[in-house]
């Protein structure tokens, strides 16, 4: 616990304190007439305007796992950290006109969660139970990370101890954030986004003009990067990486960004900000407003090559004895920013982890309250008792979390979140495509779901990462050359690499297709459609539609 | 394909020619376009700035979708705000 950084640590902890208040008191803001029901405490009385629900999803897809981690993997990797600009590129026109429809049917049906949906649509408890199971697995290691990011930021001002008291105020900081959000639900993210949204862009912008002008400018900061890149690592004898993309990775970059975008909108948490917004309009202005955070996270991504120029050493965890790679952006600060600067920049960072880590444990906890516990627990519970047990879930989710950063080593919780994102993905035929036609058959989808799922783990278990010397799980690229269907190996030889998640996806639908035409064939019933055509068109002043948070 | 009924609500599949425009932030996948060094802008490689521009023509391309496909009143009936309704406002 030597070197702390005073001036640094005063000012992160007066900004933590005024967003705990502000945590506190936003059980008051825009109340409803109870918070003991799940439209209002799980999704802020479905009425956020444009304003709020953009702070609230930009505060929930950008998150200070991103911010910490896309310039890290620049500075170690080059161009294919990149990935993260075309995904959020592509992502806004791909997700348009399907989280309109999504939001219409929830509207009217009531729904809170994506397997409510499911469950809705198909009739089938297990197809809805799979959803719901692969939402709350994906979701935890991503709370995990948030913590990761928190605790780049809490190494870098000197709290690196070693064991239980290095953990220490990330559990205080963990306990503060659990129990406004059970107070608040999901009032309290959205009104802390505000102040985290206004620090990060504040910081990014002073960074991203102020540190290229003080390093040389870009053209020189380019420079020095190719060059540091293109040097054999010792680990391997190969270049670590490039300032383009190799005829390797190429497509490896494109099919990444593309899973990770149709991915975004199938995790529950972002789901959650699309419901909680009162009308389709707030949607559609979202999609056209959010790419102002890209802008922000390409220019950050960039400071991974500032970080190169600049000399940064990553930091080595007191926990684990081995360099964190997450910590370069925080040192880059702590290096080129008088203390107090770098300290309103830690706390964006900071509370940017808090405001994605209380929405995604609100969408865990409604996940397990509607579709596990009211669907096989209390099949009768009333909406008290579902908004009680999502407040006490939501304090278990987050425990979860924390436990999973304490026992295990960070390196491990950033792999269960590659493993989470070619998870959810699979549920994107199940989820996506269920919203425009009902023609895939719900055996069909589920026994696309078991394929996807198993051959996508099998597919990462496969990967190899020779740079740490880890045999499996190191990395989410797959060589064409190893992929093998059955010891069929189509692509033998080839060193292209691509994004497992899409693999698995594709098979997940052929899967799909095939089951479903057998069992159209055999004549299975498919279940009963609860929803209604006209159920995915209805818009915030329709006449008929259900009233919220009503018991 | 989409109808509209007597009641004035929407079914079934709708179709609008101006969502085509959506496919045209998808080029940021065809990384041969752009996986080049130069020209530079600002000393940044064009492979940087070509993909930070395409950032604007996303939102260009779905703020167009969004100003083309916004809800038309389906009636031309004259405006029976009730009280509660006016007092509300946009703050609704």
């Known amino acids: 616990m030597s070197n702390l950084q005073w001036p640094e640590l005063i000012i992160f902890t007066i900004l933590f304190a005024l967003v705990t208040v502000l945590g506190f008191m936003a059980s008051r803001w825009q109340r409803g007439s109870t918070l003991d029901h799940l439209d209002e405490w799980g999704l802020g009385g479905r009425k956020f305007g444009s304003w709020i629900t953009w702070f609230l999803l930009g505060g929930d897809l950008y998150t200070a796992y991103t911010f910490v981690a896309v310039p890290a993997l620049v500075f170690s990797a080059g161009a294919l950290g990149l990935y993260a600009l075309p995904y959020t590129i592509v992502v806004y026109p791909i997700v348009l006109l399907p989280a309109l429809r999504m939001w219409s049917v929830s509207r009217v049906r009531g729904y809170v969660t994506p397997a409510d949906f499911v469950r809705g649509r198909f009739g089938s408890p297990i197809l809805a139970l799979l959803v719901a199971i692969t939402g709350i697995v994906a979701t935890m290691p991503y709370i995990a990370l948030q913590l990761v990011g928190l605790e780049a930021v809490l190494r870098t001002m000197g709290i690196n101890g070693s064991g239980i008291v290095g953990h220490l105020p990330l559990l205080v900081a963990f306990v503060i954030l659990a129990f406004y959000t059970y107070q608040s639900g999901l009032r309290a993210p959205a009104l802390i986004a505000f102040v985290k949204d206004i620090l990060i862009y504040i910081v990014i912008l002073v960074a991203i003009i102020y540190l290229p002008s003080k390093l040389g400018g870009w053209s020189h900061i380019f420079d020095t990067a190719a060059k540091k890149l293109g040097t054999p690592s010792p680990a391997t004898g190969k270049p670590a990486g490039s300032i383009l993309l190799t005829a390797n990775n190429q497509l490896q970059y494109a099919t990444l960004a593309l899973g990770s975008a149709l991915a975004l909108f199938l995790y529950p948490h972002s789901l959650t900000s699309v419901l909680a917004s009162r009308g389709r309009n707030v949607i559609k202005r979202n999609m056209v407003a959010l790419p102002a955070y890209s802008l922000v996270l390409g220019l950050l991504a960039l400071l991974g090559y500032v970080a190169i120029t600049a000399g940064i050493k990553p930091l080595t965890n007191a926990a684990t004895g081995k360099a964190d790679g997450n910590t370069i952006v925080p040192v880059l600060f702590d290096n080129q920013f008088s203390s107090w600067f770098a300290g309103i920049a830690f706390a964006a960072i900071g509370i940017g982890a808090l405001v994605p880590a209380a929405i995604m444990s609100i969408a865990a906890a409604n996940l397990w309250t509607r579709n596990i516990y009211k669907e096989y627990i209390r099949k009768n519970a009333t909406p008290q008792e579902e908004a009680k047990q999502a407040k006490l879930a939501s304090l278990v989710v987050k425990l979860g979390a924390v436990a999973v950063i304490i026992l295990i080593d960070p390196q491990f919780s950033i792999d269960l979140q590659l493993i989470g994102g070619v998870l959810i993905l699979q549920t994107l035929p199940a989820v996506a495509l269920a919203l425009y036609t009902r023609w895939l058959h719900r055996w069909g989808l589920i026994a696309g779901w078991v394929v996807g799922i198993g051959w996508g783990l099998i597919m990462l278990y496969g990967i190899p990462n020779p740079a740490n010397g880890k045999q499996h799980f190191g990395g989410s690229a797959l060589a064409l050359g190893n992929m093998s269907i059955f010891g069929w190996h189509p692509f033998s030889g080839s060193q292209v690499q691509i994004y497992v998640g899409f693999v698995a996806l594709i098979a997940n639908l052929v899967v799909a297709v095939v089951v479903t035409v057998i069992a159209r064939q055999m004549k299975v019933f498919n279940g009963t459609d609860d929803t209604n055509a006209e159920d995915y068109h209805a818009d915030e002043n329709d006449k008929d539609l259900r009233p919220i948070g009503v018991h | ?92």
């Open chain 2, 1 to 92: 394909m989409s109808t509209v009924k007597h009641d004035g609500k929407v079914r079934g599949l709708q179709f609008n020619p101006w969502n085509l425009l959506l496919i045209v932030p998808l080029l940021v996948l065809v990384t041969p376009l752009f996986n080049l060094d130069g020209p530079r802008l600002f000393g940044m490689p064009f492979f940087y700035w070509f993909q930070f521009l395409m950032v604007a023509v996303g939102v260009l391309s779905t703020w167009i979708v969004y100003m083309m496909t916004r809800a038309k009143p389906t009636v031309d009936a004259p405006d029976k705000l009730s009280v509660e309704d006016l007092d509300e406002g946009d703050a609704r």
